[in-house]
């Protein structure tokens, strides 16, 4: 028994240094974190506190989020100044019921994240929930598409949102889709502060 594990678990470390070896370029990534399950933000909030361990500069901007506090929010803003964070600060776009004032949200927005992905001090942005911003057509996908291709060769770029459109898959250096299996919120239970805001 032991043998047979020794061999396995030297033939998966031989797979896994070729595949170190074989990855030989160094800069910074796109990642897109999409799908209709929970954890996305959660992730790329993972990646900000990964980042802010290496001291690193990172910028956060949230579209469609905004009206009510999260625990992402209170922290990176009372405990990490070297965050620079923005929210179009509308809040959901089903609540506002106003296309317009959105759509004007969401290019001050915009506007906002387009000055991260040029500086190139920043080593990673979040864009939270951008790809609402293309499915809505609140801002044009071509001129986003533009920014996030033209970004500094080190800045890494984190997107998360439902779907997001093919173009945008094609762009980013990484896809994962999270699934939805099983909601607690569709059994009735409601939001809980510190998990899921």
Same mark, same amino acid.
């Given at each position: 028994?032991?043998?047979?594990?020794?061999?396995?678990?030297?033939?998966?470390?031989?797979?896994?240094?070729?595949?170190?070896?074989?990855?030989?370029?160094?800069?910074?990534?796109?990642?897109?974190?999409?799908?209709? $399950?929970?954890?996305?933000?959660?992730?790329?909030?993972?990646?900000?506190?990964?980042? %802010?361990?290496?001291?690193?500069?990172?910028?956060?901007?949230?579209?469609?989020? $905004?009206?009510?506090?999260?625990?992402?929010?209170?922290? %990176?803003?009372?405990?990490?100044?070297?965050?620079?964070?923005?929210?179009?600060?509308? $809040?959901?776009?089903?609540?506002?019921?106003?296309?317009?004032?959105?759509?004007?949200?969401?290019?001050?927005?915009?506007?906002?994240?387009?000055?991260? %992905?040029?500086?190139?001090?920043?080593?990673?942005?979040?864009?939270?929930?951008?790809?609402?911003?293309?499915?809505?057509?609140?801002?044009?996908?071509?001129?986003? %598409?533009?920014?996030?291709?033209?970004?500094?060769?080190?800045?890494?770029?984190?997107?998360?949102?439902?779907?997001?459109?093919?173009?945008?898959?094609?762009?980013?250096?990484?896809?994962?889709?999270?699934?939805?299996?099983?909601?607690?919120?569709?059994?009735?239970?409601?939001?809980?502060?510190?998990?899921?805001?």
């Amino acid at each position: 028994m032991t043998d047979k594990h020794q061999k396995k678990m030297q033939k998966l470390k031989e797979n896994v240094d070729a595949g170190i070896k074989a990855a030989n370029s160094e800069r910074g990534v796109m990642i897109l974190l999409t799908g209709d $399950g929970k954890g996305k933000s959660s992730s790329a909030f993972g990646m900000v506190m990964r980042a %802010l361990g290496y001291d690193y500069k990172v910028g956060v901007v949230q579209f469609i989020k $905004g009206e009510q506090l999260s625990g992402e929010e209170m922290y %990176l803003r009372d405990k990490c100044p070297q965050v620079d964070f923005y929210q179009m600060g509308t $809040g959901f776009t089903w609540n506002t019921q106003d296309r317009e004032a959105d759509i004007e949200a969401a290019e001050r927005t915009w506007a906002v994240a387009e000055r991260m %992905l040029k500086d190139d001090s920043f080593h990673l942005v979040v864009l939270d929930e951008l790809t609402y911003m293309f499915s809505f057509k609140y801002l044009d996908e071509d001129r986003v %598409l533009d920014a996030l291709r033209n970004r500094p060769a080190n800045q890494s770029v984190v997107v998360t949102g439902r779907g997001g459109g093919s173009r945008l898959q094609e762009l980013a250096d990484t896809v994962s889709e999270v699934k939805d299996i099983k909601h607690a919120y569709k059994s009735g239970v409601m939001a809980r502060r510190g998990v899921d805001f």
